[in-house]
Structure formats: structure tokens, C-alpha cells
């Protein structure tokens, strides 16, 4: 079996200084559409360096990106075809607010592998710490079709109720044409996301715009729009990825407010709300 779930859970984590500057924390907000309009003073704030908050999303490429999925598939007991490799969902826990800039330790492993019968599923833990100690904790889900079957544990369901009723906030974000061409510049160079002829023999029509792009869309979004505007108040954020995305297109992202949580839906507006994002919560102050 090309995954050896006792020998990847087993290896010595992987630990590197990773480092960050205030034009990394701006070049990935643009990234993910901030900075419209540009004087507004509730975008200045993610693009000023003098009045520079950090999007807890960042964390997911700070450094030029985290392990994440390609550092997962190349962990001990890890031997799998890269076209059977989707990026299944992500989660993400705040330990204090991200500094605009600064170093850190960031240290990797595989955390779980759970058998889903015609996939697995490996969960690759990044945990960062500088040195007034841990800042946040990265959970990418990478999903392995073709590789589950061997009667291992299956995992938690991360599946969510509906949500009852009509949202308390529906916002439709247009994407640009050129969105994952900016949003690459951060550190996630895959074809896939900016070169047609690969996009057609990955089974696209066109370059797809990153999941981690929308999963950042999407956080701006809800801070902006349920929290005032104050990043310090994102406690985690979790999303199943559940569809593609095609720069150029809208996104409709549905709000429903809880105690301490908001749930999200995120929909492609021109394929009729495809899904984008589900099982989507966002735990905050």
C-alpha cells in the first residue's frame, strides 16, 4: 500500500525557521482582493503598512506558504500519485494575533491518516511559535482517492447541520481575472492555477483560482462584515473544500450568526451557487 499509515504517523516531525515582512502581509491581502476601493479606510487597514492589521488567513503562507499539502506527500510512509491528490479542506487555530512581520518555528507533521474506504486522508499539522511562544496551529486535509481500503480508523465526520433559516448576511465578492495570478506571487506556484494547457490535462477548462485564495476571501469577508473590521477577534476558522472556482467569477457567500461562531456557504453565483466552501465556521470573541 503506497501510504503506510503507522510508519507516516511514526516520523520525526520536520521543523525550519520560516519569516514574514509587512509586504508579505500586504502583497497576500491584495492577493485575496483587498484594496477596494483603495482609499477606504476600512481597506487601508490590510494595506497601509502604518496601519497594518494581519488577516489570520495569512498563516496559511506565511513564510512562502506552510507544508501544507506537498510537504504532506513527501512525510515518511507517504509514496502517492500527485493526480489522485485533492486538497480536501483546511482549519486553522489562533494562539495570539500575527505580527505584521517576524520569524518563527515551524514545525510539521503528519497527524492523523484516516481510511475512507476509496480514499484516504492524511492530516498534515503545522504548529508556528516565534519566540513569546505559539501563534497558530495549521490543519490541511489532503484527500487520496483511490488510496483508503485497508480498514484503518475513518476518521471524525466533519460534515455540519444545515443551518437553520434565511442567512443573517449574504455578500457577493467578485474575483478578478488576473486574482490567482496575484495570489501565486505568495508562494503557491502550481500550474494549475495560472497555465491553460496544464489546467486541460488536469480536467479544467481554464486555470482554477486557488482553494486557499477563497478560504481567504472568504475570512475578509466575515471579519469585515460581522466583527467590525478587528482580525484579534478570529479564535479558528475550518472549510471543507467542496468546488472550484474560476477567476473572473462571483462569489456568494452566505452568513448565519451563532453564539461566538458565525456558519459560512460559499457559492459560485455564475454556475447556479455551485458549491465552493462548506462545513465552514468561524469561532471568534
Known sequence: MPIDAAKAMAAEPRTGEIAWSQKDVQLYHLGIGAGVPATDPDE???????????LPSFATVAGAGSPGVIGG???????????RVLHGGQSLTLHRPIPAEGT?????????????G?????VMRTEVADAEGPLWT???QIFVRGEGGWGGDRGPSGRLEPPAGEPDRVVERPIREDQALLYR???DYNPLHADPEFAKLAGFERPILHGLCTYGMTLKTVVDTLLGGDVTR??????RFAGVVYPGETLRIRMWRGEGRAQVAVTAVDRDD???????IVEHS
Open 44 to 54: 487601508l487597514r490590510y494595506t497601509l503598512e502604518s496601519r497594518l492589521h494581519v
Open 118 to 122: 476509496k480514499a484516504a486522508v492524511l
Open 104 to 116: 518563527a518555528t515551524a514545525t510539521s507533521r503528519i497527524a492523523a491518516v484516516y481510511d475512507k
Open 274 to 280: 455551485a458549491p465552493v466552501l462548506a462545513d465552514t
Open 185 to 187: 506571487l505568495s508562494g
Open 73 to 83: 506527500l513527501s512525510m515518511p510512509g507517504v509514496d502517492v500519485d500527485l493526480a
Open 234 to 239: 478570529v479564535r479558528s476558522y475550518g472549510t
Open 138 to 140: 495549521n490543519d490541511a
